[in-house]
């Protein structure tokens, strides 16, 4: 019967099946295993399954036999990460094969995070660390790069890979992608109406840029990944404005614009305060070219053509294209208690305002995103130039000392610790001059690091007795704990819930004294009492006696509300957070991945993973 059907139609029926069902159609017949191996066929099994690639294979290697690797490439990834899961040593190894496979494992590292429920929350947990790690790590050799003028990148692609540093699940390429998308609309519209001079070609694109993102709309409304960078940290309209001067930027230089730079005010450069669009019309654009401009002081008094335009992201939808008469009477209109004199601002300095004031920005905010602290901070000290660090050694130690603390206190795995091990020594090369005190001070802040280093290598003894292989900690006795690991707990104090994590028949001084690791430790309550680590859904631990605690009632609204961690303001999330925060349970930090695997709805409570059933096997 096979032989009577055309191949090209045996092909077109190869078409609507799936790689597995093809891979039983070759079995039936040889003709049909000729169809099944036809190379468009398979190209486009690999282009519905995988979205990255390390590098795209040519047409010679065989689309088929492509497949096959790359599946043969899921299946490790996921091995490493089931060792991860059951807390297997050579953490750090594994964790760098996984880095090394790089863009073939991101897959099935995105799959496992957008499918909670069809894997354990604990390798949810592993595969965002992982990803974390592959991206970050990308991310500083590319910034290392640029800093010592080996690459050249945008203002909207350093701040594309800031974005993504935070957020694992930015893409870069999907956000340089999003500009050429407008930049071919805008041409499009070019094309049918051409404008009659590059002055009318600015206006037109200011209109065009303005119906995208309206200054009067809200974070939710603007629809581009971009922006995620900005609504975890501020949600002010005024930081919207200054990310949308980027983006201007970027999309002019696309569709042709010359001679549009980014200026603030002179006198109070801040990446947060006031930060505008200027064009020179190119009729006179000799005059004020950002190569004229590099050449000026700061001190230098210049006067401003006639022919010079800006526009002010914040109010841009009332006000359009202005004028320098105009943009004279608006910025004393609105900002009025800075100079009206806006220079040019090059781009690492642009980069090193941005860093900088948001660092000094979340630093007031310790307890409430560690994990925005902690890529503000290691940024910040990458990107910095030499020609940047103009503070003293003394300085720049306390810095660092107290940006380590962050990353000591929220995270407690090698890869981030690897990090700031490479943050420090590439760091240290520009820092040879100095006070022998200054010297001092460095050498204190390397062997704080090496210690916090070598007590998380041995943090498991704290848990375990290796020799006889058993808990020291979770032990049933003569005073059974009130709660068990899993309970989902609410502070009588802070009123927030969290879940237990680990417990102590007694007060354990050797854990609380790790004050890295814990916000806060209860000191009222009796020594002679449980203990218990709580989680908080806020992703930070506390160290507390049963008194400060209450069991969550099981009817209690709270433990059936389950929102994304990051939702701040206007921003909701997509489909794949709260399909995340469903799994996760009320205590929607991904954390609960480290102790646990699943969340169980029915008895309002965790369940744990392997590993934490292996070291409190009492519960």
């Known amino acids: 019967m096979a032989r009577q059907i055309p191949p090209l139609c045996l092909k077109h029926i190869l078409f609507h099946l799936e790689a597995e069902d093809v891979a039983r159609c070759a079995q039936v017949s040889r003709q049909w ?22 590098s795209k294979p040519t047409k010679a290697d065989g689309w088929r036999q492509v497949f096959l690797v790359r599946m043969t490439t899921d299946r490790w990834a996921f091995g490493i990460l089931d060792e991860l899961a059951q807390g297997g040593p050579f953490y750090l190894a594994n964790m760098k094969k996984l880095k090394q496979l790089g863009d073939n494992c991101k897959d099935v590292l995105f799959w496992i995070m957008d499918n909670p429920n069809e894997v354990t929350l604990t390798h949810c947990y592993f595969a965002k660390r992982a990803l974390q790690y592959i991206r970050r790590s990308e991310i500083i050799q590319k910034w290392k790069s640029w800093r010592e003028y ?52 600015f206006r037109l694109l200011a209109n065009f840029f303005g119906s995208k993102y ?11 990944k971009f922006l995620y960078l900005v609504m975890p940290l501020l949600e002010t309209k005024q930081s919207k404005a200054c990310v949308m001067t980027v983006l201007f930027e970027a999309l002019a230089e696309k569709v042709g614009i010359d001679n549009v730079d980014i200026v603030s005010d002179r006198e109070k450069l801040t990446f947060r305060r006031y930060h505008f669009i200027r064009y020179c019309d190119e009729n006179n654009s000799s005059n004020i070219t950002k190569m004229d401009q590099d050449k000026k002081s700061d001190d230098d008094d210049y006067e401003e053509e006639t022919d010079v335009y800006h526009i002010d992201f914040q109010k841009h939808s009332e006000t359009g294209v202005l004028t320098i008469e105009q943009f004279d009477k608006h910025s004393s209109k609105y900002y009025g208690a800075y100079t009206p004199e806006y220079k040019f601002i090059p781009q690492k300095k642009l980069f090193r305002l941005f860093l900088q004031d948001y660092w000094f920005a979340l630093t007031a905010i310790r307890g409430y995103n560690r994990d925005i602290i902690y890529g503000i901070a290691l940024q910040l000290h990458f990107v910095r130039s030499p020609e940047y660090l103009d503070c003293t050694l003394g300085d720049l130690c306390k810095l660092m ?18 990090l700031g091990r490479i943050a420090l020594a590439d760091i240290e090369n520009y820092l040879a001059a100095g006070t022998e005190i200054e010297q001092e001070m460095w050498q204190e802040l ?9 007590g998380l290598e041995e943090d498991d003894r704290i848990d375990w007795d290796f020799e006889s292989g058993r808990s020291v900690r979770g032990q049933l006795g003569k005073k059974d704990p009130k709660f068990y690991i899993g309970d989902v707990v609410n502070f009588k104090k802070f009123h927030s819930l969290g879940v237990i994590c680990r417990w102590d028949r007694a007060y354990n001084r050797e854990i609380a004294e790790n004050a890295i690791k814990f916000v806060w430790t209860d000191i009222e309550s009796p020594r002679d009492e449980p203990f218990y680590e709580v989680l ?53 930090t991904e954390l609960v991945g480290c102790y646990f695997e699943s969340w169980d709805p029915e008895n309002r409570k965790y369940i744990p993973n392997e590993l934490t059933r292996k070291w409190f096997p009492d519960g």
């Open 33 to 54: 295993r000729d169809a099944s191996y036809s190379d468009s066929l398979w190209k486009k099994f690999c282009d519905q399954r995988w979205k990255y690639w390390r």
């Open 150 to 201: 080996r690459l050249e990148i945008s203002n909207l692609e350093g701040f594309a890979m800031m974005a993504a540093f935070f957020n694992e699940r930015i893409d870069v390429i999907d956000i340089m992608r999003e500009i050429d998308e407008l930049a071919l609309e805008f041409n499009s519209l070019c094309q049918n109406n051409p404008p009659d001079s590059q002055l009318t070609k």
């Open 214 to 224: 309206p200054s009067t709309a809200s974070v939710l409304d603007i629809e581009t």
């Open 401 to 418: 000392g107290f940006w380590w603390s962050f990353v000591a206190t929220r995270y407690r795995y090698p890869e981030d610790y690897e």
């Open 446 to 454: 390397i062997e704080d690091v090496k210690a916090d280093i070598e």
């Open 536 to 588: 908080t859904h806020r992703g930070s631990f506390i160290y507390c006696g049963q008194k400060t605690l209450m069991l969550e009632p099981p009817n209690s609204e709270r433990l059936l509300r389950m929102v994304p961690s990051n939702v701040y303001g206007d921003h909701l999330g997509d489909e794949a957070d709260w399909k995340l925060a469903k799994a996760l349970g009320p205590v929607t």
